[in-house]
């Protein structure tokens, strides 16, 4: 399994779903690191979280192994559960701050 | 794994008593509550180490021990709570069964032996740490330390994911010991390879250690107290041990390799906290930096990984959460009283309130590491299993940075005893706080004086 040989690969393999995830969560960590806008990173880090679901699906079709897909749905749940209180404490912020820009947040020292 | 079942029936029994107003009661309940859970948790103890759901929680004496300090420390939080949220008691309940479902997380974080209930762990205590982080929610300082840790920690989940689904790929189970199996079988996949190194990450992420720390002061700074003693001794002791676990179970065997990564972070670890906390003047903020460099001190432990170390970590983590947790009952009081978390707020404790300024400097000695206390041991320990293992050179990083951390705990011990305070306020503060001091000045100065009371985890050795 190298990722360099899936351009002479005609057909779609395992490789190519690596690829496609890999490329998606490096786009979802670029984003949380450089973008300033809260909900932006919030849907970086569900970006992130998704091409880890796909990737378990593909794996999961390769192995043969249902537990891959079983898997999904916990980082389903999770992820819900995770953005409701992220959202809520987004709230709380834009309530007391009235923006959502995360180089506002400096009340703390550094 | 009872204990697990009746923590997570607890939490929602405590929202429970609050529809049926038995507000006033609900303190006192949980912590019995948590009390009997304990001494169920130990009936297991020594079992067969019997695995439940399929092999998703293992209830080995390893899980079986952090699982009761853990219960300890919580029941300690909650026994604070009480007088911690009395200006909200509207919320009490609320609060206390996130605190008992951060408990839940940290079950399993320390008893899985299934990736999936490492994933499930770690969130279910992250998630909960969040609302907690931010629960003054007027307060833009509580705002931003919950927004700081919900993204990083759901960054570190991502990172952490994605290096559980490369595992995966690899080895085609979640399963410990199977991966375990995999691992030191011939020919391993660069995938597994990056796939652990990814889980790594993100449980240094977790556990603060250096390239990875820059959250932990902000987030301790700015978190209502009682959630930053939280984070400093539950939350952290529970990703310690899982990080341990993880290590020792299923990837052993290429272990070799990661030693050195482990050691660079943990010397690193060791420094930075150190040194930063040095010129911290905030109480919080300097324990936080503390926090950071007893990290790399437990790193020692999980980087050595030899026949004992489980022990060793124990020890370690037993003596870390009681001086911390001592440390906040004692701090949160005087900050309460004062109105203000800087360390010149605890001036002239020694003359208003001599046992709370005792009590304080036992604990500030026992994190620095001085002989007659547990703290001692605890180093002792650590650095004599890394010894064994042949890392000297992080040892002596180890031993000269915890000579430096002397410093800092002696400017808080310093103002106690030799500056005055123009206040002139004689109130003792609740008596749940000090009634928490008492309890970690006993176990402090007990396993300093014997230090075999705390039981061997031996025979769990890495299966």
């Known amino acids: ?60 079709t390769y192995h043969h192994d249902n537990s891959g897909q079983v898997f999904v749905f916990f980082i389903m749940a999770v992820a819900a559960a995770e953005v409701a209180v992220g959202l809520a404490i987004l709230v709380t912020i834009f309530r007391n701050l009235h923006t959502i820009d995360i180089d506002e947040l400096k009340n703390l020292k550094n | 794994m009872r204990a697990l079942t009746y923590t997570s029936f607890l939490g929602i029994a405590c929202l429970v008593l609050e529809i049926f107003n038995l507000r006033k009661i609900v303190v006192p309940v949980v912590v019995i509550a948590l009390l009997a859970i304990l001494g169920i948790n130990f009936t297991e103890w020594n079992g067969s180490s019997v695995s439940f759901y399929n092999d998703m929680l293992r209830a080995d004496n390893f899980a079986l021990a952090f699982t009761g300090l853990l219960i300890v420390t919580a029941a300690g939080l909650v026994a604070m709570s009480g007088s911690f949220y009395d200006t909200e008691e509207t919320k009490l309940a609320d609060y206390i069964s996130v605190i008992v479902f951060t408990l839940c997380g940290g079950i399993a974080l320390v008893s899985f032996s299934n990736m999936a209930m490492l994933f499930i762990g770690l969130e279910v205590l992250s998630i909960s740490l969040y609302i907690l982080a931010g629960s003054k929610r007027r307060d833009i300082r509580s705002n931003e330390a919950a927004m700081k840790y919900f993204l990083m920690g759901s960054f570190a989940s991502g990172i952490l994911l994605f290096g559980i689904t490369l595992v995966y790929g690899a080895t085609g189970s979640f399963n410990l010991a199977q991966i375990a199996l995999y691992a030191s079988g011939p020919g391993v996949d660069p995938i597994f390879v990056v796939g652990v190194i990814m889980i790594l990450i993100a449980m240094l992420f977790k556990v603060s250690a250096v390239p990875f720390h820059f959250w932990a002061p902000d987030v301790y700074e700015g978190s209502p107290s009682l959630t930053t003693a939280m984070m400093a001794t539950l939350s952290k002791v529970a990703a310690m041990a899982a990080f341990y676990r993880l290590f020792s179970v299923s990837f052993v065997n290429n272990f070799s ?125 650590v650095f004599f299993e890394a010894i064994k293992t042949q890392h000297l050179a992080v040892v002596i990083v180890a031993v000269i940075t915890s000579a430096i951390s002397v410093y800092y705990y002696f400017k808080l011990i310093l103002a106690m005893w030799t500056k005055d305070s123009e206040e002139t306020d004689a109130p003792a503060g609740a008596i749940s706080y000090i009634a928490i001091a008492a309890i970690c000045l006993i176990v402090t100065l007990a396993l300093g004086i014997l230090p075999s009371l705390v039981p061997s985890i031996n025979q769990v050795a890495s299966k």
């Open chain 2, 257 to 381: 390799g990661f030693a050195w990564i482990l050691s660079v972070v943990a010397a690193l670890t060791m420094l930075v906290g150190n040194l930063t906390a040095l010129n911290q003047d905030s109480f919080k903020r300097m324990l936080a930096f503390s926090g950071i460099a007893h990290a790399g001190y437990m790193l020692l432990a999980i980087m050595s990984l030899y026949q004992n170390t489980a022990n060793a970590l124990f020890f370690y983590t037993v003596a870390y959460t009681f001086a911390s947790l001592g440390a906040f009952a004692i701090g949160i009081s005087v900050m309460k009283r004062r109105k203000s978390e800087k360390i010149e707020a605890f001036n002239g404790l020694g003359k208003s309130n001599p046992f709370q300024a005792v009590a304080l400097t036992v604990f500030m000695l026992s994190m620095a590491g001085i002989p007659p206390l547990a703290g001692f041991f605890a180093k002792y320990y």
């Open chain 1, 1 to 60: 399994m190298t990722l360099l040989n899936i351009f002479a690969d005609p057909h779609i393999s395992i490789n190519h779903y690596i690829a496609v995830s890999a490329m998606l969560f490096t786009i979802g960590v670029f984003g949380v690191l450089f973008r300033r806008n809260a909900i932006t990173i919030f849907m970086c880090i569900e970006l992130m979280l998704n091409s880890v679901n796909l990737l378990l699906v593909a794996f999961s």
